[in-house]
């Protein structure tokens, strides 16, 4: 057993033996640590374990690098797309770098430097900043030589999270009565959404968080006034968390969770098992959060850009 297993331990206690099921967080000699299912935290005297085993892997861990990056294109569907080759061409007005950016997730059908340069072209002929989602795996070693030899330079690092959904919402507090979920985008909604980013706030931002099937717009209100927002929506058995946002002046009160906690039931409700999000590796207070709600690492991307592109209101 290694720490961050998830094990199956049967313990002997003074009632009896009993089974302890969850993640390891520390091991010594002496003494384990176990965040069960439920969210608690057990410290367990290593003399009284009789059995342990490590737990397989359920899907959320067990998926692949480039179909866990398909369910999230999925799950935040770009407004205008083109293959190229086995490419995703992704363009929605320059409004996130997730949805105007290249997905490579195979051969694209023409010599790498060919590939780039057919990318730029895409870009520049509708005025946006040439950009792929590269993720940081062996598999796309290739390009990021090719990218690199053409000047481009990675610019974000974005951290890729899952978790199996039902471990998560038993171990997650009941949401307060005031949250709500909404299946549209409503005025208050969206001027919560980015209220510091004017990119964000045009019809192409709009018409991209509505472009999806099964969304849930959860939000917490003070009068006509969203607070804390959240997004999420359904593909099947995958469940995406996405725009996460609380008000400067109502953080650190746990809306965050609360907004979090909801949306993921909603997800579970219809029929959402597994859940994914994406998170910018220097959030470290996001990052944080999302591993006590039970998420963990899976991959990484980096979002290289052509050198002369504007970044302006860039995010993941």
Known sequence: MQVGDTVSLRVVTADGPTDVVGVLLAATAERLTVRRRNGVVTEITADTVRHSRVVPPGPARRIGVAELERVAAAGWRALETEPLGEWLLRASGGVTSRANSV?????????????VAAVERWYDARGLPPRVQLPENAGWDDLRVALADAGWTPI???????????????????????????????DAWFAAWRADGEAAHTDAGRQLLGNHPLAGFVSIRDGDRCVAVARTCVDGRWAGLFAVEVAPSHRRRGLATAVSAAGLRWAVSKGGRHGYLQVAADNTAAVSLYADLGFEPHHDYVHWLRPAANVEGDDL
């Not at 997905?103 to 590939?115: F, K, M, N, T």
């Not at 709500?180 to 409503?186: L, Q, W």
């Open 103 to 115: 997905l490579p997730l195979g051969d694209p059908g023409r010599a790498l430097p060919d590939a």
């Open 156 to 186: 974000i690092r974005v951290h890729v999270m899952t978790a199996e959904l039902g471990p998560v919402v038993r171990a997650l507090p009941e949401p307060p009565a005031d949250v709500r979920i909404d299946g549209d985008v409503d």
